[in-house]
């Protein structure tokens, strides 16, 4: 079993900028994927940003050039950079983590970005 805790989320101004935290309660193994994604009210949970093996990331295409995703194994942490928000950008963000040996799934409990235009 692994636990995943986000933080880092808030309410902002249109054209700020949050960074959000996953961190795990084990390290990160190289091939491990993990996924970034959000919930606006009253919509389904979509997917953001991605980081797996290799350094590939991937975005959607509503975020992309504005959030960055990065990892950092040792520590166990998935950061989301996320600059010139928008209003749409508000939404409950969640981290999932796929493990790379069982393809099993994990997630985060959420951290709230309220962006304010």
């Known amino acids: 079993q692994v636990q995943l805790v986000e933080s880092g989320g808030g309410l902002v101004q249109a054209g700020g900028s949050l960074r959000l935290s996953c961190t795990a309660s084990?390290?990160?193994?190289?091939?491990?994927?993990v996924r970034w994604y959000r919930q606006a009210p009253g919509k389904e949970r979509t997917f953001v940003a991605a980081?797996?093996?290799?350094?590939?990331?991937n975005y959607t295409d509503s975020v992309k050039g504005r959030f960055t995703i990065s990892r950092n194994n040792a520590k166990a942490t998935v950061l989301l950079e996320m600059n010139n928000l928008k209003s749409e950008d508000t939404a409950v963000y969640y981290c999932?983590?796929?493990?790379?040996?069982?393809?099993?799934?994990?997630w985060g409990q959420g951290t709230q970005v309220t962006v304010s235009s």
């Open positions: 999932m983590l796929e493990t790379s040996l069982s393809r099993r799934t994990y």
């Open positions: 980081t797996m093996s290799g350094g590939i990331t």
């Open positions: 084990r390290i990160l193994f190289a091939s491990d994927v």
